[in-house]
Each structure stands twice: as structure tokens, then as C-alpha cells.
């Protein structure tokens, strides 16, 4: 499990450069990650894979130490790809991790890192933030600028050139069609489109 910082960095490489390429190797990786370390009895990922030799026992260590769970950040990750990307099975995951942290939230809440993040992320208020345009656009520059200068850890942003396709942004359908244009959006709700870095700047309150 030592590749499960992966995920959770190629999201935070993917909305500093806007470039898909870091989201789908998020995604893939996830999926490994779901294939090779998922327990399907108890829910939690092991610590070994199942293509490694035959052990006694797999174990899956919940709680971190010097360094975070592996579980913990992998229902973070999970939950901040959920958002992103639509993938509802991999918010089921990390819902699944979450679940078995409960006793633990219940005695000992301050021995947990990533997994209230996480807590956090798949039952509070998260926004997606996306925006369609020219990478080299002053109005989609100062858009961008106006969501990073905002302090909002339960957050996902997105960037689309005109046209684009949405395969990995769903939520993002049906809405590339303007250019230099920003959407606000919670779940499936959406505020109306803005198309200035104030109006924008606005929405985010």
C-alpha cells in the first residue's frame, strides 16, 4: 500500500495544472488500488496485495501513527475523487472505511487524522468549482486566481476548454459550451453561470 499517497497528490498536481492526464492516473490507480487491496468480506483495503505470497494473515493496520493510515488516506482520496469525478462506487468505498472507524469517532475521536477529513468530506458541505476556458484567458485567470486566494478544504475545481469532453467531470455535462465561464455547484444543484472574476468571486462568498 505504499503507493497510497498517489491518488490524493496526482488530485492536488491535477488542479494546479488543469492537466487530465494527473485525474486519470488518479483514477486507474484507485481502481488498482480497489483490485489488488480490497477486502470484499469486511470492507478496508490490506496492507499486502493478492498477488503476493500466501500469507498467514493480511493486515490492514486502521489507525496511523508517525504517518497517517493507509486506509485513512485512501477514504480521503476516495472521497475527493467521488466528488470530482462522479465515481459513486468509490465514495461507497470510502463510506465503507468510514463506517468502520465508528467505535473509535465514539472513545478516542483525536487519535483520527484523514479519516475525519474524509468523515467530513462524504457528509458535509462540498462544492465542485468549475471553469470553461482558454487556460491563457485573462477572464479564466483571474477567475482561477479569485478560488485559489479562498481558504475551502472541501472543495474540487475543475478547468475545461471550450468543447471539451466530460467524460471525467459529469457534472460538468452540457456546461463547456461558453467561453470564459465559471460554475458553483453542491451535489447536483448549480448556481447560475458567471462570466466575470467578481461575479464568481460573489458566488463564493
Known amino acids: 500500500m505504499r503507493g497510497i499517497w498517489a ?12 492537466d487530465t ?6 483514477l486507474e490507480l484507485a481502481d488498482d488500488m480497489v483490485r489488488l487491496f480490497w477486502d470484499d468480506t469486511d470492507g478496508g483495503f490490506f496492507y499486502t ?14 489507525l496511523g501513527g508517525a504517518e497517517p493510515s493507509g486506509n485513512g488516506v485512501a477514504a480521503l482520496a476516495f472521497a475527493r475523487l467521488a466528488t470530482l469525478c462522479g465515481r459513486n462506487d468509490l465514495g461507497e468505498k470510502a463510506d465503507r472505511i468510514l ?12 487519535v483520527l487524522g484523514p479519516e475525519a477529513v474524509a468523515g467530513a468530506w462524504r457528509s458535509g458541505d462540498v462544492e465542485e468549482i468549475g471553469v470553461v476556458g482558454r487556460a491563457d484567458d485573462p477572464t479564466v485567470r483571474a477567475m ?4 485559489r486566494r ?18 471525467l467531470f459529469p ?24 462570466d466575470t472574476a467578481e461575479d ?3 458566488q463564493l462568498g
Do not use: Q
Open 150 to 167: 479562498r481558504y475551502h478544504p472541501f472543495r474540487v475545481v475543475c478547468r475545461l476548454d471550450v468543447g471539451a469532453a466530460t467524460d
Open 49 to 62: 496485495g493478492s498477488d503476493a505470497e500466501t500469507l498467514l494473515a493480511r493486515s490492514k493496520h486502521p
Open 99 to 110: 463506517r468502520s472507524y465508528a467505535p473509535i469517532l465514539e472513545r478516542a475521536a483525536r
Open 21 to 26: 492526464r494527473w485525474v486519470s492516473r488518479a
Open 144 to 147: 482561477l486566481a479569485n478560488v
Open 171 to 194: 457534472w460538468m455535462l452540457a456546461r463547456t459550451g461558453g467561453e470564459a465561464r465559471a460554475f458553483v455547484c453542491k451535489g447536483s444543484t448549480c448556481l447560475a453561470p458567471v
Open 200 to 202: 464568481l468571486s460573489a
Open 7 to 18: 491518488p490524493p497528490a496526482f488530485v492536488d498536481v491535477y488542479e494546479a495544472t488543469f
